[in-house]
């Protein structure tokens, strides 16, 4: 069935470096990747998203890469602050539909 | 900025007994989502509503569970003779007007059963 793989599991950077989350979908039909940002105790909140007609989308500190063809896509997060600790989620749409299947999510430490 | 709400935060309940969890989605959004997720582990997608049917479900979702938009501004998930493996956190979602537009979440409820 359809999955999508998150590494790592964990986490920690000084503050200041940058951080790499990777995500591998199996469903080539899928075609928006989100992903979302989870403190404990709280709503995912999605903080960038990624259609499969770019390769890269950037926001200030954040940016996301897709690579189509191996099915791959990563989050990146520049200059770090302890702000930025959470449990971070991948997600891909279900074949287009409105489904999200969601990686296993990466616990994030920054430390200062 | 408009926010997904549910309620209770926080529910408990006993093993057997049947408990609804409500969601007020966005305002002028029209798909509607129901998300799990157990302690420690990743978001899993339970269901999609739009135009007051379900659009697709997974195979957590079973006859167990049902969905209602009961009014203009609620959607609700009941759980029949809620089972120990039942408890979780339970995220509600909603999306714009148009289809693949971003799901926004809401602070989810947590569901402990005894």
């Known amino acids: 069935g359809e999955n999508v793989e998150q590494h790592p599991s964990t986490l920690s950077v000084q503050e200041g470096d940058s951080a790499v989350i990777k995500c591998t979908y199996s469903?080539?039909?899928?075609?928006?990747f989100p992903w979302y940002k989870q403190e404990l105790g709280k709503r995912p909140q999605l903080i960038i998203d990624i259609r499969s007609n770019v390769g890269e989308k950037k926001d200030q500190r954040i940016a996301v890469t897709l690579n189509k063809t191996a099915k791959h896509f990563s989050l990146h997060i520049t200059e770090t602050q302890p702000e930025d600790s959470a449990v971070y989620f991948c997600a891909a749409d279900h074949s287009g539909t409105y489904k999200y299947i969601f990686g296993t999510g990466t616990r994030l430490k920054v430390l200062a | 900025e408009p926010e997904v709400t549910q309620t209770p935060s926080h529910q408990v309940t006993q093993m057997g007994q049947e408990v609804i969890l409500r969601c007020v989605p966005i305002?002028?959004?029209?798909?509607f989502y129901w998300y799990r997720q157990i302690l420690g582990q990743k978001v899993e997608f339970l269901v999609s509503f739009y135009n007051n049917e379900i659009s697709e479900k997974s195979e957590i979702f079973d006859d167990q569970f049902s969905v209602e938009r009961p009014d203009g501004s609620n959607f609700t998930l009941k759980i029949r003779s809620t089972k120990l493996e039942d408890s979780a956190m339970y995220f509600c979602?909603?999306?714009?007007?148009?289809?693949?537009?971003?799901?926004?979440f809401g602070d989810g409820t947590r569901l402990s059963i005894l």
């Open positions: 469903d080539s039909a899928s075609n928006y």
């Open positions: 305002s002028n959004h029209l798909y």
């Open positions: 979602a909603s999306s714009g007007q148009v289809s693949n537009q971003p799901q926004h």
